[in-house]
């Protein structure tokens, strides 16, 4: 049982460069999320998604997009990388409906320069 | 929408010796209050939780207690040890949805041996 699986775990972009944060779990949670931790700012919530055909915006979408095909996959895409978006990029998942708690990933630490 | 305030952000507690941290929330639709742990590069993984129909909650050396006439909750940590080290995060949910979630800014807790 992996739980929740990020990749990469580090990348640096250059500026006006695009690319694909993965996300995948294994426990067929309906409810999937993407959030980024800056110092001092906490987790702020990105995009969303309640089961799969199904997204929708947090806090801060711009700049990013997401797509959810299948219950297990939720990537991240940056469509055109600014230095505004160097952070350290969180996917998590939970059950839909239900008062739980979320899993994380580990993580992905994004650097744009 | 919902503000949920953490203090303190930093604290220094001898091994041994009793942790708490405390956090405010602002909608009184919260139901669910969940506790995450943040350790050095990796995802936060949640320790404990609360619904709105308990007052208090414990695990081994971590409890948990609500208030929710005041709008707070804190958690305790007793019998401090150094693997307690990390960042520490509550956070706020209402039964409407996980995207109405609101995390705390984290408590940085640092376990002196």
């Known amino acids: 049982n992996a739980g929740v699986t990020q990749t990469p775990k580090f990348q640096v972009l250059k500026t006006g460069q695009s690319m694909t944060l993965q996300c995948a779990q294994d426990?067929?949670?309906?409810?999937m999320s993407w959030y980024r931790q800056d110092p001092g700012m906490g987790l702020r919530l990105i995009h969303y998604s309640v089961g799969a055909g199904i997204t929708d915006q947090g806090e801060v979408p711009n700049g990013y997009n997401v797509s959810r095909s299948t219950t297990e996959d939720f990537p991240l895409r940056l469509l055109s990388a600014a230095p505004s978006q160097t952070s350290v990029y969180f996917c998590a998942s939970s059950y839909q409906g239900r008062l739980y708690g979320y899993t994380f990933g580990s993580g992905t630490r994004l650097t744009v320069v | 929408g919902e503000n949920v305030e953490q203090h303190p952000s930093t604290l220094s507690v001898q091994e041994g010796d009793s942790a708490v941290i405390k956090c405010t929330y602002s909608?009184?639709?919260?139901?669910?209050f969940p506790w995450y742990k943040q350790e050095l590069g990796k995802g936060p993984q949640l320790i404990i939780d609360?619904?709105?129909?308990?007052g208090e909650k414990k695990d081994q050396r971590i409890a948990v207690t609500l208030n929710k006439t005041a709008k707070h909750f804190s958690l305790h940590i007793t019998e401090t040890q150094p693997e307690d080290s990390a960042v520490y995060f509550c956070?706020?949910?209402?039964?409407?949805?996980?995207?109405?979630?609101?995390f705390g800014t984290g408590t940085k807790l640092q376990v002196i041996p």
């Open positions: 609360i619904r709105s129909n308990v």
């Open positions: 956070a706020a949910m209402p039964s409407g949805g996980y995207q109405k979630v609101t």
């Open positions: 909608d009184s639709a919260s139901n669910y």
């Open positions: 426990m067929n949670h309906e409810y």
